[in-house]
C-alpha cells in the first residue's frame, strides 16, 4: 500500500459549531506543503521612490489600490500618515494628516476603498472614527465608531461592517462583526468568540473577506473557517488542522495572566491567525505563523471551503496586521530591500495562477493495493 | 373567644412580627454587601493608581546598574539629574504612539526644568528598535534592554511605565499608561513639573 497524494485530507463532521450550517473538518496531516512558485508568479517590485522630507514609520502596510492603479499606504505606528503612490513608486500626495481635526487622523490603522465610488474609510483607532474621502482624497465626512476596530468592510450597497477580535466588543457581547449605519449606530452583531478564547490570548489577526455577497470571517484563535450571510446566518464551517499550525491551548499557570514574560512564552505555543485574504474571483487564503516562529504559511480554499492548497510558505513579508493586500489575482505586500546599502520599502507583486474553473490541484489520499 | 383561638392568634401574631424582623435583617444584610462590594473590588483606574503610588519611593539603583552593565553609557550622563525613565515593551502600538504624542508636547517644559528623558525598550528586536527610535526621533536618548531588565523588574504591567527617578535611582512619581485616558498622562507631566520646579 503506497501513497498517491501529495498529503491526505480527511473529511469528518465539525466537532461543533453552528446548527444547520454545512460543517466539515479537513485535517490535512501530512506533507511538506505545497511550494509558493506552483501557485504565484512573482512580479516585479515596485521600490517606493522617497521624497527627501518623507520618512515612513516601523510598521507600513499597503492600505488599498485606488481605481487608477495608486498604491495608498498606511503608516499607523511613529509618523502617522497616508501616502499615495503612482503606480511605478512615485510619490503624489498624502491622505488626510496627524491630528484631531476635521480629517484628521492619530491611529490610521486600517481602511477600506469603495471600488464603485473611489471614496477612501480610513478608519481611525485612537479618535475611534471613520473618515471618508472622495476619490481624489479629498475630507468628505466622518463617522463615530462606538469601539476600536480592526477592519472595515463597506458593501456594494454601501453597508458597514467592522471584525474586531478583543475579548467584548461595544455592546460588551463576544460578537467579532459589527454592522453599523452612518450614525455609528450597531444594528447587528454576528458571529461569537471561539469558546475557547480567554482574556490572556488577545491578539491581533484573523479577519473577514467579502466573496459573492458572503462573509468568509476567522478570529486569530481559532483554524475555523465561518461563511455568514450579510445577516449573520452561519451557512457553512470549516475546521481545518494542518501540519505546521499548533492549536491554542488553555494555559496551566494562572501567571500568563499577569506576567509580560510568561504571556510572550504562552502565544509561542500556538499558532495565530494572521490574515484572511480574497484571492482571484472567488477564492480566500487564511494565513498562519507556525507557533513560535516569524514564518508565515498560506491555505487557499475555495468558496465553498474546498481546500486548494495548504501550507505555503510566504517569502518575506513585513508582518503587520493588513500587510497583505489583493487586487484579483494579484497579491501584494512590503517588504524591506536593500539599495546601495540604504534600506528602503518596495512593493511586491505576486500572481495568482489557478484558474477558477481548471482543475483542483490539490490531490485527496488515494490508497491503492 | 376560646381558648385554642386566642393561641392561634397569638402565634400567628409572634410569626408575623418575626417575619417583619426576618425582612428587616435581610434589606439591612443587602445593604451591606452591597457597601462591601463596592469598597472590596476596586476598579482598573484604581487599580492602577494604587500600584503607581506603591511604586514611589522604591529604589530601582540596582537595574540602572544592570542596564549600565549592559553597556548604556547613556546613563552616565544622568547621574546629577532627574532622570524621566520610559519603560515601552512593544505590546501596543496605541499606546506607545499616544505617549509619544504626549511626550512631543511636553518635551520642552522638560528639557527647561532640567529633566532629562530615557527611554528604554523591551520585548524587541535590534531592527525594529532601529526603526522606531528613528521614526519618533528619539535615537539619542533610546536604549534596547536586550537583558529585559524592565521587564523583568515590571513583568506584572504590560502598558508603558513613566518614572521620575532622583540621581540615587529613587522612583519619585510614576505613571503607568491607560490608553483610554489620555488627560492621566498629561497630568502625569504637569506632577512632574511641579516636582521638578522644587528640586
Redesign the interface.
Known sequence: MFLIAQFSCDRKTAPSGAESANKKYLSLREGSGSKFGDYFSAGRKIALDLKDEI?????PSIGALSRRGEFIILD?????QILVFDTNGIYKTRIGSQGTGEGQY??P?NMFLDQKTGRVYVSD??LLRILEYDEDYRYLSEIALPVYIEQLLVTKEGRFFCFTSGSAGPDGADRVVYEFDRTGRIKNSFLRMPKTFVPAAEAKGGGMVHINDMFYIITPYEYTINRCNASGKVTAQVRIKTPFYTEMKMYADKKVE???????RYHSTWSHIWWIINIGKDCLGVVYNEAGTKRYYLDIFTSDLDIIAHSILLPNLIATPHAIHTAGNDLYWLEYINSDGIENIAIAKYSFRYLHNSPMPVREEVETQ | MSRPAAFIGIFASVLLLLNVLLLFRISGLQTQNKIWKTKGVLNLAEQRALVEHGLEGEYLGDEIELLRREGFRLLDDHVSKLTLLYSFTITCDRCLNMEMDIYQTNASMLDETHVTPLMVFGNIDQLLFDRIVRSFGIKEFSIRDKEEVLIKKFSKLTTPIILLINSNGRILAAHISDYFDRAKSQRFYEKVFNIASRT
Do not use: A, C, M, W
Request: overall charge neutral; hydrophobic content about 25%; proline content about 5%.
Open positions: 520618512q515612513i514609520g516601523p510598521k499607523s505606528f511613529g509618523v502617522r492619530l491611529y490603522d483607532g485612537d499577569t506576567d509580560l514574560n510568561e504571556r510572550k
